[in-house]
């Protein structure tokens, strides 16, 4: 019997971050760019996005949301190409067609670009939301109040802590990854050609993910290193492709838009 598949995949050209690599990973030095994607995913029951990558307003003036010392500090660079409705636009979608919205996690960095697709469920992971409202002091930097708010009436709903099939054709199913965050949540893609699990933020590096060193501000720091050692064990059981979204040498690696994944 065949197994049920998604249509495409793409992997939405991202801005950038620059930032100093120990804040990544324990251990490193100097400074290290990593992008910000977001995916896109046709399936015959609807079209996904895996988070929604940083607000499209800040790639043109990172300032007016962040302030000047952490604009400064997370060396924004992109186009207004880059803008995630403008991608879309690109690949011949209307922001409109967007049918669900699954969130890795709410950080600025991934949730950006939520307030584009009110028409969509949203699907996040348990205890991600009240976190996000109430968030420990030394991450809360990574939520802003404004994203909240435009999507706070949103149709929200919440993965309670377990694994969830999106479709119930096993084509797309939403792990439960907790540690980065309460609700962190990351996403196997089951392509004809290919199985990729889209990590989020469940692992920010390659190296982190071989060496199962935690992220330095994780909410949870043994729930996150539970989910690293469970994403070795799906890449095994599942015979798929860990594509860690933050990993410059994965961004380089695999085909982004306009190349699609089928």
């Avoid at 199985?195 to 190296?207: E, Q, S």
Wanted: hydrophobic share 40%; aromatic share 10%; glycine share 8%.
């Amino acid at each position: 019997m065949s197994l049920a598949v998604a249509k495409r995949m793409w992997a939405l050209d991202s801005p950038t971050l620059t930032v100093d690599a120990a804040t990544l990973m324990y251990g490193l030095t100097g400074m290290i760019t990593i992008p910000m994607p977001a995916f896109l995913i046709e399936h015959p029951k609807g079209l996904v996005l895996f988070d929604t990558g940083i607000a499209p307003e800040a790639i043109d003036d990172p300032e007016s949301l962040y302030g000047a010392e952490m604009a400064a500090g997370l060396g924004i660079a992109g186009t207004a190409d880059q803008r995630i409705d403008r991608q879309l636009a690109a690949l011949g979608y209307k922001v409109s067609d967007v049918t669900h919205v699954v969130s890795s996690h709410l950080h600025f960095d991934h949730a950006g670009g939520h307030h584009l697709f009110p028409m969509a469920a949203h699907y996040v992971g348990q205890g991600e939301l009240e976190f996000a409202h109430f968030p420990d002091p030394i991450g809360a930097f990574c939520y802003m109040p404004d994203q909240l708010q435009r999507t706070k009436n949103f149709d929200w709903r919440v993965v309670p802590g377990v694994d969830h099939d999106l479709f119930g054709d096993g084509s797309l199913i939403i792990y439960s990854m907790p540690g980065h965050t309460p609700g962190e949540l990351s996403l196997k893609v089951r392509l004809a050609s290919r199985t990729f699990i889209l990590t989020g933020d469940a692992v920010h590096l390659r190296a982190a993910l071989e060496q199962e060193y935690h992220f330095p501000i994780d909410h949870d720091t043994k729930s996150s290193l539970r989910t690293l050692r469970r994403l070795k064990r799906l890449r095994e059981s599942e015979d798929a492709t860990l594509w860690i979204t933050h990993d410059p040498d994965d961004w380089a690696a695999y085909g982004h838009a306009p190349t699609c994944w089928e």
